[in-house]
C-alpha cells in the first residue's frame, strides 16, 4: 500500500517521504502505531459570493445581492446569506484572494 498517497491533498508539518528525511519520528509514527500527524491548519476564507436561490420568493434586497462578493468580518446591511427567516440563500466562501 502507498502511504505516500493517503496524504495527498494534506498539508503536513513533515516531509511525507521516508527516503528524504529518515528521522522523521511523526511520519514513523503514523507507519508504526497509527498515529495521526499534526495536520496545519488552513486559513479561514476572508470573503464570500452571495447566491439566492433564484425564484420568484427570493427577497428584493437578496436578489440584489446575489453575485457580489462580500467580507465576512463586514456583512451586508441584510446580513450574511441565509440569516434571516426562511432565507434560501447561501455563501460561496472564497479559499484564495482574487
Known sequence: MD???LFSGYQTPF???P?????N???KNYLRRGVYPKVVPRKKPRYYIWH???DNKVRESHSSN???KFEWAKP????HPGQ?????CWAESILYDE
Do not use: A, V
Not at 76 to 79: L, V
Not at 84 to 88: G, Q
Open 84 to 88: 434571516e427567516f426562511n432565507c434560501l
Open 15 to 17: 516531509n511525507l517521504d
Open 25 to 27: 519520528d511523526e511520519f
Open 3 to 5: 502511504y505516500i498517497g
Open 19 to 23: 527516503d528524504e528525511d529518515p528521522d
Open 66 to 68: 446575489n453575485g457580489l
Open 52 to 54: 439566492s436561490i433564484g
Open 76 to 79: 451586508p446591511e441584510t446580513g
